[in-house]
């Protein structure tokens, strides 16, 4: 089962930041924090990960907090096309012969409105 | 930009059949997945193979699902016998030299059981 909590549904105002937050109250020390979105019945996409510090890259920021609890994923200046559902996972470390799964959960179906 | 490759993009076949669906993952990647996702529902994890064997499974892969990597570049999910609740998208995904690196997801294959 996921172990992560998330809103259902958020909307945002296109050209806004997008702040979706992620409980994970259960986190382990060996488990990084991963989010994903899937865009209307499309292959899951990469987003961006971490494990305690604050990450960003070209698409979103990642913002963890001190205890490692829960996390927000945040699109700077959201756009139509950001319109998707987000899904937060937590995934643990694997050795090398480890499957690697992603458990996903119903995540957070974003609308981003014009 | 590499990307993961999955054909057919739809398929129909009758209950009972045996499916085979295709898979192309990224040249230099080491992990590959099997994940599933049934209308409106969550996407579930199948399988993960790594060095040309399953290291992991769910409990929805029975002996009526198999994977293979027949010739170092295409990954397949075959299905036996094909039952009604097997009609669901089927993405394919591979991740590189470290099982809790980033997965890319292909576009998915729509199979659909009559």
């Known amino acids: 089962d996921a172990k992560t909590t998330q809103p259902t549904s958020m909307d945002c105002a296109e050209g806004r930041a997008a702040n979706l937050p992620c409980n994970h109250s259960?986190?382990?020390?060996?488990?990084?924090v991963y989010w994903y979105r899937q865009i209307h019945s499309q292959g899951p996409q990469y987003i961006i990960h971490?494990?305690?510090n604050n990450e960003t890259n070209e698409m979103a920021s990642l913002i963890i907090t001190e205890d490692r609890k829960s996390s927000t994923l945040i699109l700077p200046h959201a756009t139509l096309r950001d319109t998707a559902v987000y899904y937060c996972?937590?995934?643990?470390?694997?050795?090398?012969?480890?499957?690697?799964?992603?458990?996903f959960g119903q995540g957070t179906e974003l609308s981003v409105k014009p | 930009e590499p990307e993961v490759t999955q054909t057919p993009s739809h398929q129909v076949t009758q209950m009972g059949q045996e499916v085979i669906l295709r898979c192309v993952p990224i040249?230099?990647?080491?992990?590959f997945y099997w994940y599933r996702q049934i209308l409106g529902q969550k996407v579930e994890f199948l399988v993960s193979?790594?060095?040309?064997?399953?290291?992991?499974k769910s409990e929805i892969f029975d002996d009526q699902f198999s994977v293979e990597r027949p010739d170092g570049s295409n990954f397949t999910l075959k299905i036996r016998s094909t039952k009604l609740e097997d009609s669901a998208m089927y993405f394919c995904?591979?991740?590189?030299?470290?099982?809790?690196?980033?997965?890319?997801f292909g576009p998915g294959t729509r199979l659909t059981v009559l």
């Open positions: 995904a591979s991740s590189g030299q470290v099982a809790h690196n980033e997965q890319f």
């Open positions: 259960t986190i382990s020390g060996n488990e990084y």
């Open positions: 971490g494990l305690k």
């Open positions: 996972i937590v995934r643990p470390i694997g050795t090398t012969n480890q499957g690697g799964k992603l458990i």
């Open positions: 040249s230099n990647h080491l992990y």
């Open positions: 193979f790594y060095n040309n064997e399953i290291s992991e």
